[in-house]
């Protein structure tokens, strides 16, 4: 090829074109990774125009074999390429949370703060933010993960960027890529002390009277260290695993910092002075009687090696009273309790003080995100953030990106086991959904409720959720007995004789049984037919006093009754009933979590038999509903332990459109 140049001096240029068609092919392989690229007759382009800067960023890399040039008038220019090593951050040290402030460079004369950067970061194109209107600069993908990251889990106000003293363990590394950055003493301090426990292992106290599984040593020493860092911990394994007895390990462990305490629900506080005489007697627990003059007295009398147990009822009556005192550790069994952070026994919960939280529960998560934000609100303050910002962020979003930055988040501080992951022992358990088809009369009578309810609800408003409630609990008891809507009614009940077929084979086999109801009308029904086959029986309602209640149990357990009558709500937690090795639910509930807890009764540690869990679902009823209902919500914890989650609570639109599906379409 003959050029000529402005002094008419010829020049020759070689083409290398085996050299151009590899270099073309190397730009074709880069630029196939872009999705909405089209190419037409040798033109491209693009169905969102913003996706030609990745094209852009691609050229920009392959300046060794092709020239970017920028015309007048150009749309979009790419202005660089900034990478992690650009970015410079400085951590000053607040109260349970850090301070950062961090600047990116992108060339000479320009400069992005950190909290504009992260502002940048949300609004992007992919990789690309805008620093005016159509001029990008491109982050590495490491940068942008990282830095969509920090702003997950950090807080944004006035002063500057804010990062909670605990998120940063989430963000562990982030910190450990940087290669720019300086922080205080305080800073420093923590993250080795981190190191440091990452390292160690607590011993489990001599004191303690029994010996630990593996897991269990496991759960102490993960809780031992979280204790050391002065975070707060979630100790959700499933039930039966004995959690009791892990903390009981704990309270020994820290029994010489100070006085602990408590909470439960008053059914397990004899479970927990029962248990403490087992595996812990060197430690002193105490209860509040109900002599309410001398309670302010014991509290001031607590000293390092004694054990308040006390209820959430009582806490929440007496909250001023327990406010005022510092207690070297706090455990919440049955955390869950405070799942709604509106009640009264949350705010009381959330006032009480102490070096180290312990949260206990096998179901953390049993309806909505609302509750782990709540639970962590007492473990970890501040940790996810305001309720609003909680909300906006991980709530309304529902993308996956945003629910595994939330499993992120709470890794560190939430464990969970499961007892088919741990327990080789364990026998097996068994679920049956037994459909009960009802008669042509029950039939009959539930469709002439379920079309008035429908009538009473003829304009669905969310301020209708007592009265839709309402409605739909007289279709859950029509579905059960006609008995439970209208006691002069002659309608026999399918329910209850299938009920009773069940547990004449069970008998005639020598098994025991376990027989749980939401109802206690429905309970006391059961009884009835029960006295009249003479088929001997425990019981236990929500009226039971303590007494009665561990008496019951001890009975049961010492072979006194074939089944073992309980409602839900009183029993579905805090007893241990191995002698039954067969569970029947009388009636679903809406979360099948609650379920599984009152099951576990029966499945735990100590069994030795096979258990089989029935339950009794009436067919083209709500009840079909409800269990259809049951695999969204099912495993709850588990799915956001795994990053997906499905957090919706049924509005009162819904529950209606429930109701509205007739039999047939069931």
């Not at 068609?21 to 693009?46: C, K, P, R, W």
């Not at 939330?406 to 088919?420: E, N, Q």
């Not at 002698?579 to 100590?606: C, K, M, T, Y």
Request: net charge negative; with cysteine; proline share 3%.
């Amino acid at each position: 090829m003959l050029i000529s140049n402005e002094k008419d001096v010829q020049l020759q240029v070689k083409r290398n074109l085996k050299l151009e068609a590899e270099n073309e092919q190397t730009l074709l392989n880069d630029i196939q990774s872009l999705e909405s690229l089209n190419v037409n007759d040798d033109l491209m382009s693009f169905d969102d125009p913003l996706d030609s800067l990745s094209l852009l960023d691609i050229l920009a890399n392959r300046q060794d074999i092709c020239v970017v040039e920028w015309p007048e008038g150009e749309k979009y220019k790419l202005r660089g390429k900034a990478t992690i090593s650009n970015l410079n951050i400085k951590i000053t040290s607040g109260i349970n949370w850090f301070d950062l402030q961090g600047e990116l460079q992108v060339d000479e004369n320009t400069v992005i703060t950190l909290q504009q950067l992260l502002r940048l970061t949300k609004k992007s194109h992919n990789n690309f933010i805008e620093l005016s209107t159509g001029e990008f600069i491109a982050l590495s993908e490491r940068l942008k993960k990282q830095l969509d990251n920090l702003r997950l889990f950090s807080n944004e106000d006035k002063k500057g960027v804010q990062l909670n003293k605990f998120a940063s363990v989430g963000l562990s590394d982030f910190f450990e890529e940087m290669e720019n950055m300086k922080a205080d003493k305080t800073w420093k301090s923590f993250r080795q002390q981190i190191e440091k426990t990452k390292e160690e292992n607590a011993s489990v106290p001599a004191s303690l009277n029994g010996e630990l599984r593996a897991y269990q040593e496991d759960g102490f020493r993960w809780l031992a260290r979280l204790a050391e860092w002065n975070a707060g911990a979630c100790l959700a394994d499933d039930m039966g695993l004995g959690k009791t007895v892990q903390a009981l390990a704990m309270l020994l462990y820290r029994a010489s910092l100070g006085a602990a305490l408590v909470v439960c629900p008053v059914s397990v506080v004899s479970n927990w002075v029962s248990e403490a005489g087992i595996f812990a007697p060197s430690l002193r627990f105490k209860t509040l009687g109900v002599n309410a003059s001398n309670r302010p007295e014991i509290l001031q009398s607590l000293e390092a090696g004694d054990v308040l147990v006390t209820s959430y009822g009582l806490l929440q009556s007496e909250d001023k009273m327990f406010a005022e005192h510092d207690f070297a550790t706090i455990v919440l069994d049955e955390a869950h309790v405070i799942k709604n952070y509106a009640t009264k026994t949350s705010k009381a919960t959330m006032q009480l003080k102490a070096g180290f939280r312990m949260a206990l529960t096998g179901t953390p998560l049993q309806n909505h995100l609302g509750e782990i934000w709540n639970l962590f609100n007492f473990i970890n303050p501040g940790l996810l953030g305001s309720l609003q910002y909680f909300t906006d962020t991980f709530v309304k979003a529902g993308d996956s990106q945003s629910k595994k930055h939330l499993k992120k988040m709470i890794a560190p501080f939430i464990l969970r086991r499961t007892k088919t992951a741990v327990l080789d022992e364990l026998p097996p358990k068994t679920e049956i959904v037994k459909k009960i088809q009802l008669s042509a009369e029950e039939t009959a009578f539930y469709e002439a409720l379920r079309r008035q309810a429908l009538e009473n609800l003829s304009q669905v408003d969310e301020s209708k959720h007592l009265q839709v409630l309402a409605e739909i609990t007289k279709l859950r008891q029509a579905s059960c007995n006609p008995l439970l809507i209208d006691p002069n009614i002659q309608i026999p009940s399918s329910k209850l004789a299938a009920f009773l077929d069940i547990v004449g084979e069970l008998i005639e086999n020598n098994h025991r049984a376990l027989v749980f109801s939401q109802f206690v009308t429905h309970l006391t029904i059961v009884r009835r037919a029960l006295d009249k086959q003479g088929i001997t029986y425990q019981y236990l309602d929500g009226s039971s006093s303590q007494v009665e209640r561990q008496r019951s149990v001890a009975n049961f357990q010492n072979g006194k009754g074939e089944l073992f009558l309980i409602s839900l709500k009183a029993g579905g937690l805090g007893l241990n009933l191995t002698a039954a090795d067969f569970v029947i639910h009388l009636d679903p509930w809406w979360n099948p979590a609650v379920e599984d807890q009152a099951s576990d009764r029966s499945h735990r540690i100590g069994q030795q038999r096979p258990v089989t869990v029935y339950r009794l679902v009436a067919e083209n009823t709500i009840e079909e509903k409800i269990i259809q209902l049951h695999h969204r919500k099912r495993d709850l914890a588990e799915q956001l332990l795994e990053g997906s989650d499905m957090a919706a609570r049924l509005s009162v639109r819904e529950i209606v459109e429930l109701i509205r599906e007739g039999a047939g379409s069931l």
